[in-house]
């Protein structure tokens, strides 16, 4: 879909050469296929089942757009790979700077371009057990037993 710039992060990583996968399909695949260099390969849909493994063998997850919240990023991290972000929206809340992920000013293919540089600079400094641990605080189980504690002490 337009909203999540797949382009920026098809165009950036076929300007540096670098291997990107992109996950899920939609009305735009064919214009961004054809913008891609031969180190952009499109999975089209992947089963729910199936993205945690391919999470896990990720280098780091890029969240080109800006979103209200983005389960994918929390997923990402969840497999303890580091997330490389737009500094907007849900991000801000659940990416941690040089911690869990890096983020990249300006929705530009050279504002993630830099992004991309500083991630892989911080490469070795991140944890994969803290960023797991950290991907805990967004899950359904502790989300659902803090609503209900809310809900009780309004009660």
């Not at 997850?61 to 800006?66: A, M």
């Not at 969840?78 to 911690?99: D, N």
Request: with cysteine.
């Amino acid at each position: 879909m337009p909203y999540k710039r797949v382009e920026l992060a098809v165009q950036s990583f076929a300007r540096l050469g670098r291997r990107l996968l992109v996950a899920g399909d939609g009305p735009g695949r064919k214009r961004l296929e054809a913008m891609a260099g031969p180190s952009v390969r499109f999975l089209g849909s992947v089963p729910h089942a199936d993205l945690a493994a391919l999470y896990a063998r990720a280098s780091f997850f890029v969240l080109p757009c800006e979103e209200d919240f983005g389960i994918a990023p929390v997923e990402a991290q969840a497999a303890g790979r580091p997330v490389l972000a737009l500094a907007r929206g849900g991000a801000l809340e659940t990416v941690v700077p040089e911690k869990s992920g890096v983020f990249f000013d300006e929705p530009t293919v050279d504002s993630l371009i830099a992004g991309i540089e500083e991630i892989d600079r911080l490469q070795r400094d991140f944890d994969p057990a803290w960023i797991r641990e950290h991907a805990e605080r967004f899950a359904a189980p502790r989300f659902e037993r803090e609503m209900r504690e809310t809900l009780a002490r309004l009660a």
